[in-house]
C-alpha cells in the first residue's frame, strides 16, 4: 500500500502505530499521543470512500484518514413501481 501526504513521500507510520490509532478510537495523534486533533474537509474520491485530513496541533503531523463504506442498512422501504 502506498499513501502520500504530498509533501514529503518518505514519511511513513508503522502498522503498530496505525494498530494503535485505530484501537484508542481514532482520538490521539499516532505521533505524540496528544488529543489537539484538528480535522480537515471530507473528501469523497467515491461514493463509498471518505478521506480526511487530520492534524495534530501539538505537533504538527499530519495524515490522512480513510473511511470505507463497511454496511448499508434499509431504513424505509420503496413503494412498488
Ligand atoms: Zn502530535
Redesign the pocket.
Known sequence: MTESTGSNKSVKLTQQQKDDYLEFDAS???????D??SLGKLKHPSNILIIQRST??????EWLEQYAMNDIILTKEGSDL
Open positions: 490521539c495523534c499516532p505521533i505524540c499521543n496528544d489537539r486533533l495534530c496541533r501539538a505537533c504538527g503531523a
